[in-house]
């Protein structure tokens, strides 16, 4: 996440913009949708905004959020209930600030939320909590998840029962402080590799039965271009830059992400869960605002994304969630929507 102006030069939209919708919900300013259907309703765990007062920077300190709220709703386009607070920084020990974007599962008949947050070293972590209701209130674990970094987690679950945590993201998600391997404060410009160097991907491990370990240490993910060249730190439309989310459809596997800088949400496809993913194009061009952040469900044989934009405030720190349906065709590819 970060400050800046949204640039000129979205590519060509190919499916028009009457799927695209309103503010879900207006009482409060949420983000980062992670959408999911459980026992066949619609849950969706954002990230809260709040007026927090904080300088806007590239390090992304004026998203000092502090709690999370669920929201849900029987389909898409029916009312939208907020539960509440379902989980509040105040009650994780190991949390220092910012709880940025959540993601949610349910397995071993548990939901657990995996969220980021800085540890009280500055360090973004991964932690989970767990609860018997989708809508909280979540118990934290008294750590964030060993060998965790950075932020943005997704879960996902494959066919055949296993689930894996993809996380990252650089500039202010800290991703580009971990190329060593080691935690490496000393970059204080939060820069990323130079042009012509790979760029970074995001991360993934495999979670223990248990959904509150890693059973791996986290590897890379790589994405590769249409020729298998790995994508590069100066190919700002296509490179990684946060917000992953995975999801299965037909046996293949697909990576969407933001561009960041470049404002775009865009995808990649793969054989396996570890990738390595071949970008495929865009999702969507640039929202109003200088961040979005996506997930995509199935609902009744249609295609949705939900996403954000700060149609509400104009302000970048304090966003609305939305979702719309996406296009998509035979064969499993995407086609592009305009906001
Ligand atoms: O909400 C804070 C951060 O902004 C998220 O972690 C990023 O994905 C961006 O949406």
């Known amino acids: 996440a970060a400050s800046g102006s949204q640039p000129a030069g979205a590519a060509p939209d190919s499916a028009g913009t009457k799927f695209l919708s309103k503010p879900l919900i207006?009482?409060?300013?949420?983000?980062?949708?992670?959408?999911h259907v459980f026992d066949g309703k619609i849950y969706i765990y954002p990230s809260h905004d709040i007026e927090a007062g904080m300088p806007e920077n590239d390090n992304g300190?004026?998203?000092?959020?502090?709690?999370?709220?669920?929201?849900s709703m029987d389909s898409i386009g029916g009312k939208v209930t907020d539960h509440g607070v379902a989980l509040d920084i105040k009650d994780v020990a190991w949390a220092g600030r910012q709880m940025w974007a959540p993601d949610a599962a349910f397995k071993?008949?548990?939901?657990y939320l995996y969220f980021p947050a800085k540890d009280k070293q500055d360090v973004f972590r991964?932690?989970?909590?767990?609860?018997?209701?989708?809508?909280?209130?979540?118990?934290?674990?008294?750590?964030?998840?060993?060998?965790?970094?950075?932020?943005?987690?997704?879960?996902?679950?494959?066919?055949?029962?296993?689930?894996?945590?993809?996380?990252?993201?650089?500039?202010?998600?800290?991703?580009?402080?971990w190329r060593t391997g080691q935690y490496d404060a000393s970059n204080p410009k939060e820069q990323e590799p130079a042009d012509n160097e790979v760029a970074p991907g995001p991360r993934v491990?495999?979670?223990?039965?248990?959904?509150?370990?890693?059973?791996?240490?986290?590897?890379?993910?790589k994405i590769l271009d249409q020729d298998g060249k790995p994508l590069l730190a100066g190919d700002k439309s296509r490179r990684f830059f946060e917000g992953a989310w995975v999801h299965k459809h037909n046996g293949t596997y697909y990576l969407s992400y933001s561009t960041g800088d470049t404002h775009l949400l865009v995808?990649?496809?793969?054989?396996?869960?570890?990738?390595?993913?071949?970008?495929?194009?865009?999702?969507?061009?640039?929202?109003?605002?200088?961040?979005?952040?996506?997930?995509?469900?199935?609902?009744?044989?249609?295609?949705?994304?939900?996403?954000?934009?700060?149609?509400?405030?104009?302000?970048?720190w304090l966003r609305n969630i939305k979702v719309a349906e996406l296009p998509r065709n035979a064969d499993g590819s995407f086609g592009t929507i305009t906001p």
């Open 61 to 71: 300190d004026h998203f000092a959020m502090r709690d999370y709220h669920v929201l």
């Open 108 to 111: 071993n008949d548990t939901y």
């Open 126 to 177: 991964i932690g989970v909590a767990t609860s018997t209701s989708p809508t909280g209130p979540f118990k934290a674990q008294p750590q964030p998840i060993e060998g965790s970094m950075s932020i943005d987690p997704a879960i996902f679950t494959d066919t055949n029962g296993g689930s894996y945590l993809y996380v990252g993201g650089i500039w202010g998600g800290q991703l580009q402080r």
């Open 267 to 316: 995808y990649a496809t793969s054989t396996s869960p570890y990738g390595p993913f071949t970008y495929q194009g865009i999702i969507m061009n640039p929202v109003q605002g200088w961040t979005t952040h996506h997930s995509i469900i199935e609902q009744q044989g249609k295609w949705y994304i939900f996403y954000h934009d700060t149609e509400l405030s104009g302000k970048t």
């Open 205 to 221: 491990a495999r979670m223990s039965s248990d959904m509150l370990r890693f059973a791996e240490p986290m590897k890379e993910v």
């Open 26 to 35: 207006k009482d409060i300013y949420t983000a980062d949708p992670s959408a």
